[in-house]
């Protein structure tokens, strides 16, 4: 692109947003340039690990149809929008945006460059035609864990380190929650806010927080391996899941199981449509079944009929035949949300803020 | 043999040399270090230093881009030069910045939405204040305890850090936002924000108030009893008692001013570039503008030039980040071998460098 296109852009977004609601793709792109841009370095091992993992996916999938570039360690704000404006100036024809952060910045880079399609992670923003968002349904292997937990727990005691007091967090919570009360009704849930996705120390500290509280089952949403580092400490009596990715080698123990976050489908489909001009934007939101979601091996350290039972949860979340939030859920402050038999629309769970009854403690503010 | 000789008074030549010798022992050992990381040399030191420039394909947009990304370093650096200059430092810059930014923030904020001319002003000022006020505590437990200004303005980055993040998480956080961390948009609020003032120049008043900033400092050091206080301070201590410097007021002063500057540098950015308060607002323009200072030469044009510099590494490095497949880790590597350099050659400014030994240098 030239430096004339660029001084054209505010004349040109009017034109293209015209245009952009009725025109899809007709043709496909010979090849595409699919930009990456990454919060964390790609060998965090977990959150950002994991995007890489789906962008290779896309090379191996369409070879020299298509070129990735990727940026690591990218801070959400000002240098997020140089980074993504230089992506786009250097040929992108996509241009994946893989932290909340990024959401502000995206949608102001994409107002310029209407050709270039822009994908967000986890955001809610769409503000022009060529911006899509995607997450996914991390809420339904938390179902996973908290069955296995309410089971697993000798102390009655489980614990979940939260990352930030936000929604995707939230509806983690109380997901693991009502699953692990579901067949251990002496059940408590301790909760610790790390405020950060990815810093060891704080994480351990937290993970040690919890084990000092008789806690012997830490879930975390937080992206590192200190959780379980801390587990391991203590000879089997507290145990863990592997979060973001497999965390494999705290396996059997105390990793006794994982939600990995497989972006590979998801990236390789929306190259894909590119390619084949069949693009289009969207909001997607896939879960357990569309493969985003993947609950790692559960591990000989969980009884098999726990395991049996786990597996079965699993399988009926990808069926479609239960909902992980499915009435009767009251709020903490014992007024009603879903009643009998119903489910969460998405709203809902996109805006949750408050614990479900039973959940001790106050969401901070 | 090879030995140093101390000079009898600072080498005028080598003081100006040192930087440039700096950045061509950088270019060269960032060069191998690329090439052992399977990538050309030559070409990731031109992606580095000359794609933002001239690259037909980025200049246009990375030019501008330059100032912005300098805009708030040299604000920060002109500050701590001065008190650097008097034996004063001040390495707490980064968390004067994230206070001025809350505080010039959270009068905007607290005012919204009116939607008159004199908001931003205020928010300057607040911000100003906020940072000025965060700069005070190590001067005054300076000046009245002797507590060490390095560790304590140090510390307290991580302090701001902490309120940062109870900030973005609670009082400021957007009523609007989905429950999300961060606060609104300044930048999208006409009475808050501190837009590109010329369309494609990157100049917003965060940059203007970079220049302005330079001048006043180069002023103050040539022709300001203050100036000549604060030179004589830092190399004759107490000759400057004799002459009549307070030093506990060159203190509060020196840190004072500092802080001031590096409020209104987050002030500027959380109105301008970054757009909002969120926890991960700061991303170390106070301590990279350490070394933007001593890159500089604790000298108010020698810290505008270095800023750009600086600048300039970091636009370059994201170039060729993407563009080359380098890790990050390696431009971090590259932008700390700047400061490694830099301090190393600095040798050749207080020593000669003299082959064989003393007695035949006698």
């Known amino acids: ?365 | 043999m090879l030995r140093l000789e101390k000079r009898p008074s600072p080498s005028a030549f080598w003081q100006w040399a040192t930087p440039v010798l700096a950045v061509v022992l950088t270019m060269i050992a960032g060069g191998i270090m690329f090439a052992l990381l399977g990538k050309n040399p030559v070409e990731a030191i031109r992606t580095i230093f000359w794609d933002p420039l001239f690259n037909e394909q980025f200049a246009a947009y990375s030019r501008p881009q330059l100032l912005v990304k300098a805009g708030p370093l040299i604000l920060i650096a002109v500050g701590l030069s001065l008190g650097f200059r008097a034996g004063i430092w001040n390495i707490g810059a980064e968390g004067q910045y994230i206070m001025g930014a809350l505080f010039g923030a959270g009068v905007g904020l607290a005012l919204y939405p009116v939607e008159t001319r004199w908001v931003f002003p205020l928010m300057v000022v607040a911000g100003i204040f906020g940072g000025w006020l965060w700069a005070m505590i190590p001067a005054i437990l300076k000046t009245r305890f002797n507590t060490n200004e390095i560790l304590v303005s140090l510390l307290l980055v991580y302090v701001a850090q902490n309120v940062l993040a109870s900030m973005s998480l609670g009082l400021l956080r957007n009523p609007e936002g989905g429950g999300f961390p961060g606060s609104r948009n300044l930048g999208q609020i006409p009475a808050m924000a501190n837009p590109e003032l010329i369309p494609g120049t990157g100049m917003h008043w965060g940059v203007i108030a970079a220049f302005m900033v330079v001048i006043a400092a180069y002023i103050l050091l040539q022709r300001h009893i203050l100036g000549f206080q604060i030179k004589l301070a830092g190399q004759a201590p107490r000759a400057a008692r004799f002459a009549g410097v307070n030093p506990q007021r060159l203190v509060l002063l020196c840190m004072g001013i500092s802080g001031a500057l590096a409020g209104a540098a987050g002030l500027f950015e959380v109105t301008g570039p970054s757009g909002q308060i969120s926890i991960d607002f700061n991303v170390g323009y106070g301590f990279t503008a350490i070394i933007v200072a001593f890159l500089g030469r604790l000298n108010p044009i020698g810290i505008l030039l270095a800023g750009l510099l600086m600048a300039l590494t970091y636009i370059g490095g994201e170039l060729a980040s993407f563009m080359l497949g380098l890790p990050a880790a390696a431009i971090q590597a590259f932008q700390g071998m700047l400061l490694f350099f830099l301090l190393a050659v600095d040798l050749l400014t207080n020593f000669r460098i003299r082959f064989g030994t003393r007695k035949e240098a006698l």
């Not at chain 1, 209407?114 to 996914?136: I, L, M």
């Not at chain 1, 069955?147 to 919570?173: D, L, Q």
């Not at chain 1, 009704?185 to 937290?206: G, H, M, Q, R």
């Not at chain 1, 934007?281 to 000989?300: L, P, S, Y």
């Open chain 1, 1 to 365: 692109m030239k430096r004339r296109t660029i001084l054209k852009g505010g004349a040109a977004l009017g034109f293209a947003s015209m245009l952009g609601g009725k025109m899809s793709l007709a043709q496909g792109l010979e090849k595409v340039k699919a930009g990456f841009v990454y919060v964390g370095p790609i060998g965090d091992g977990g959150w950002t690990y994991q995007h890489h993992q789906g962008a290779l996916a896309v090379q191996e999938a369409y070879g020299d149809k298509v070129e990735i570039v990727w940026q690591e360690n990218v801070p959400e704000g000002a240098d997020a929008e140089r980074v993504l404006t230089q992506m786009a100036l250097s040929g992108c024809n996509i241009i994946f945006t893989t932290s909340f952060g990024y959401m502000d910045p995206t949608n102001a880079v994409a107002a310029k460059f209407p050709d270039v399609k822009f994908e967000h992670a986890t955001g809610f923003k769409r503000e022009h035609p060529n911006v899509s968002t995607y997450n996914a349904r991390f809420y339904e292997g938390r179902a996973v864990q908290g069955h296995i937990a309410g089971k697993m727990t000798k102390t009655n005691k489980i614990g979940y380190i939260g990352s930030f007091p936000i929604p995707e967090v939230i509806m983690g919570i109380n997901s693991y929650y009502l699953h692990a009360k579901k067949v251990n009704p002496n059940v408590e849930l301790s909760i610790v806010w790390a405020f950060t996705w990815f810093d060891p120390a704080k994480e351990a500290d937290a993970a040690k927080a919890l084990i000092d509280q008789g806690v012997d089952v830490i879930a975390s949403h937080t992206d590192s391996t200190a959780p379980l580092a801390e587990a391991a400490k203590t000879n089997g009596a507290v145990i863990g899941f592997g979060q973001a990715s497999d965390m494999a080698d705290y396996k059997p123990s105390p990793r006794v199981s994982s939600i990995i976050d497989n972006w590979a489908p998801y990236y390789v489909k929306r190259v894909g449509a590119l390619l084949d001009g069949s693009y289009a934007q969207a909001d997607a939101w896939e879960g357990i079944a569309g493969g985003e979601v993947e609950i790692g091996e559960i591990t000989d350290a969980v009884p098999a009929d726990v395991k049996a039972e786990a597996e079965a949860l699993r399988d009926s979340i990808a069926a479609g035949t239960y909902h992980p939030f499915t009435g009767p859920i009251n709020k903490q402050d014992g007024s009603a949300w879903l009643a009998e038999g119903a489910t969460a629309p998405d709203g809902d769970l996109l805006g949750m803020m408050f614990y479900v009854e039973g959940i001790t403690g106050e969401i901070p503010s």
